[in-house]
């Protein structure tokens, strides 16, 4: 079974530490990417990345990173973790828009992020 | 700003009868419309992709429909079952990068017995 596996479930971190969520796939998909999801606000799209060391901005990239050193990992980096970064984070990822095929997205089972 | 918008926050229905799902794109026309369920604590998994040029898709209960007069896809489960309660999240392809998705916020649908 294909699979995008994020590292933790649920995090509390204090304000101020850098913060690592790392995402592992197994499709050898070429796209990886980072949402976070709100109540009333729905997926925004952090990071994404569609080949390994390459990286563009989402909507609300400020305050986020991310690191794309092999085609299967893709991690977001907090660098300075605040509270309104507390949220549910979603990593997924899709085969590449020029492979044909259907695009879905296939993401993670989330990491809850608690910033204290 | 291009924007996919799912105006019903919430839809009961009885066992049994058909839920119908509207999605509504604006200010953009994407190459296709995808639709996610999402259960509470869960990643969204996805079900269902219609392209601009097809009219509708079908996959065992499901069916979506893509109305570009209309600018509109309709996501309906016939027979529907308590199972099916969950939220349903449409998503577009964004215009104008490499073809990231714009999600809209998702309807909750709850399926009575």
């Known amino acids: 079974d294909v699979k995008v596996t994020q590292s933790s479930r649920y995090l509390v971190k204090r304000t101020g530490e850098k913060v690592f969520l790392e995402c592992v796939q197994d499709?050898?998909?070429?796209?990886m990417f980072w949402y976070r999801q709100d109540p009333g606000l729905g997926l925004r799209l952090i990071y994404f990345?569609?080949?390994?060391?390459?990286?563009e901005k989402g909507d609300i990239p400020e305050g986020y990173s991310v690191s794309r050193e092999k085609k299967e990992r893709f991690s977001l980096i907090l660098e300075s973790a605040s509270t309104n970064q507390t949220s549910m984070y979603l990593c997924?990822?899709?085969?590449?828009?020029?492979?044909?095929?259907?695009?879905?997205?296939?993401f993670g089972s989330g990491t809850r992020l608690t910033v204290v | 700003s291009q924007k996919i918008e799912q105006n019903s926050e919430a839809l009961n229905i009885q066992e049994g009868k058909t839920a119908t799902l509207t999605c509504n794109y604006t200010?953009?026309?994407?190459?296709?419309l995808q639709w996610y369920r999402q259960d509470p604590g869960r990643g969204p998994v996805f079900l269902l992709l219609i392209r601009e040029n097809e009219k509708e898709k079908r996959k065992e209960r499901l069916k979506v429909t893509f109305d570009t007069t209309l600018k509109q896809s309709l996501f309906h489960i016939t027979a529907s079952q308590p199972a099916d309660s969950a939220t349903y999240l449409c998503a577009g392809r964004r215009r104008g990068s490499q073809g990231n998705l714009i999600f809209g916020k998702g309807t909750k649908l709850s399926v009575k017995p």
């Open positions: 200010n953009y026309s994407p190459a296709y």
């Open positions: 990345s569609y080949d390994v060391k390459m990286k």
């Open positions: 997924a990822s899709s085969s590449s828009w020029m492979a044909g095929g259907n695009y879905g997205y296939t």
């Open positions: 499709m050898d998909h070429e796209n």
